[in-house]
Nanobody, 128 residues
Framework: QVQLQESGGGLVQAGASLRLSCTAS????????MGWFRQAPGKEREFVAA????????YYGDSVKARVTISRDNAKNTVYLQMNSLKPEDTAVYYC?????????????????????WGQGTQVTVSS
């Protein structure tokens, strides 16, 4: 079981940028596709982005694809989410997650049930 720890959240003004980080431990990080989700109060957990084991393939949710970039550094066991032009509606708890199986297809990763390990989340609040 992989352990995940997010960091980098905070309170920012609309239009600002943030970079979230998620550091993994416990198993071979580079063998697993990774993803980011977010959950706002009273709403379902929403897919933000996913990245393949190599980092060459990335996938984004429709609501954020023009403003976020997912990347990973396998040497540091870390996955990142760069968020630009933040809006108040981006306010949520952001979670990173690891695929349920090693070397799976990252293309299929769109739902929370596709992921087997989760971090505790980091709060992002965007003020208007």
């Amino acid at each position: 079981q992989v352990q995940l720890q997010e960091s980098g959240g905070g309170l920012v003004q609309a239009g600002a940028s943030l970079r979230l980080s998620c550091t993994a431990s416990g198993r071979t990080f580079s063998s697993y596709n990774m993803g980011w989700f977010r959950q706002a109060p009273g709403k379902e957990r929403e897919f933000v982005a996913a990245i393949s084991t190599s980092g060459l393939n990335t996938y984004y949710g429709d609501s954020v694809k023009a403003r976020v970039t997912i990347s990973r550094d396998n040497a540091k066991n870390t996955v990142y989410l760069q968020m630009n032009s933040l809006k108040p509606e981006d306010t949520a708890v952001y979670y990173c997650a690891a695929d349920t199986v090693p070397y799976g297809s990252a293309r299929r990763l769109k739902n929370p049930a596709d992921f087997g390990s989760w971090g505790q989340g980091t709060q992002v609040t965007v003020s208007s």
